[in-house]
């Protein structure tokens, strides 16, 4: 597609359900990343994914967090047991190469409420 | 202290007016990014740098390696550029960013 596809949304879910949020990266793009933005914070960086290396997971908050990249292309962020505190604004990021020497493009992010 | 911290936290001026938003950082980085985040939008890059200058229509942003600081800079100023601007670094070494607080720019016509 024309740019960095994520789904659904908005999801709302009850305390203590799973969710899987989407992320279809631009073609081509090896470097993948998740970010969440919490109402009224800045943003903050969860995980990172490089073409067939390991991902640098260093800011996923909890083991309820995890994420997997299928094929070097589409990438799903999964929740357990979600928590009111996951309520945020999760973003999907991806770029041609490492960030160091390429921009990166946003998707629109999911919006997740946890009631 | 946050690795980045920017000024001011809000901003309001007039339609025209220059605008400044300044950006400190306290790591080795590979490279600086400013964002921008329109109210209820998605995030946009404006600019990547790692040293100098670069501009783009009424945009412009700096870095200063040795003092380790960025502005952006809005020449001419209209509503439009109303957003939430954000400042964040990839440090050495690593490849993820980490981000400034961001900055809510108002501009009023």
């Known amino acids: 597609g024309a740019g960095v596809s994520q789904s659904p949304s908005n999801k709302v879910t009850e305390k203590g359900k799973d969710v899987e949020l989407r992320c279809d990266p631009i073609s081509g793009h090896t470097a993948l990343y998740w970010y969440r933005q919490s109402l009224g914070q800045g943003l903050e960086f969860l995980i990172y994914?490089?073409?067939?290396?390991?991902?640098?997971k260093s800011g996923l908050p909890s083991d309820r967090f995890s994420a997997e990249r299928t094929g070097g292309s589409v990438s799903t962020l999964t929740i357990q047991r979600t928590q009111q505190e996951d309520s945020a604004v999760y973003l999907c990021?991806?770029?041609?190469?490492?960030?160091?020497?390429?921009?990166?493009?946003f998707g629109a992010g999911t919006r997740l409420s946890v009631l | 202290k946050n690795e980045v911290e920017q000024s001011p936290q809000n901003l309001t001026a007039q339609e025209g007016e220059f605008i400044t938003i300044n950006c400190s950082y306290s790591?080795?980085?590979?490279?600086l990014h400013w964002l921008q985040q329109h109210p209820g939008g998605g995030i946009v890059s404006l600019f990547m740098?790692?040293?100098g200058k670069k501009k783009h229509g009424r945009l412009i942003a700096t870095i200063n390696i040795q003092e380790k600081h960025s502005s952006l800079h809005i020449t001419a100023s209209h509503p439009r550029d109303s957003a939430v601007y954000i400042c964040a670094v990839s440090a050495w070494g690593a490849q993820k960013l980490v981000f400034g607080q961001g900055t809510r720019l108002t501009i009023n016509p």
């Open positions: 990021a991806s770029s041609l190469d490492y960030i160091a020497k390429n921009i990166q493009y």
């Open positions: 790591v080795g980085i590979s490279a």
């Open positions: 994914f490089q073409g067939n290396s390991a991902p640098d």
């Open positions: 740098l790692s040293s």
